[in-house]
């Protein structure tokens, strides 16, 4: 995932995250078809909004005008534990 997406070798333990993230909602033969995930909660796993690792993105800006910038380019890394939301890389930051 690292290699194909360009991003900088820093973010491999981001990578490594994502990956366990996508295992544990993957069906596997040791649990009959099910996932992780839904074995532990009971729930299916909603991957609606999956993208691939590393996927360019446009995040809207709250402060943007009609003469500036309404978006800001970044690199999607994953979905956030903590909050509703996704885990965006900023090459310039």
């Known amino acids: 995932m690292l290699h194909s997406s360009g991003l900088p070798r820093t973010l491999w333990a981001e990578a490594a995250r994502h990956a366990v993230w996508v295992l ?5 033969k040791s649990l009959d078809g ?3 995930l839904e074995a532990a909660t ?9 993208r691939e690792w590393g996927d360019k993105v446009w995040v809207r800006l709250e ?13 999607w890394i994953g979905v956030s534990e903590k909050k509703k939301g996704f885990r965006i890389y ?4």
């Open 24 to 28: 544990n909602r993957t069906s596997t």
């Open 63 to 75: 402060k943007g005008n009609k003469l500036g910038g309404r978006v800001r380019e970044g690199q």
């Open 34 to 36: 099910k996932t992780p």
């Open 90 to 93: 900023w090459p310039d930051a």
């Open 42 to 50: 009971g729930k299916k796993p909603d991957l609606q909004d999956l």
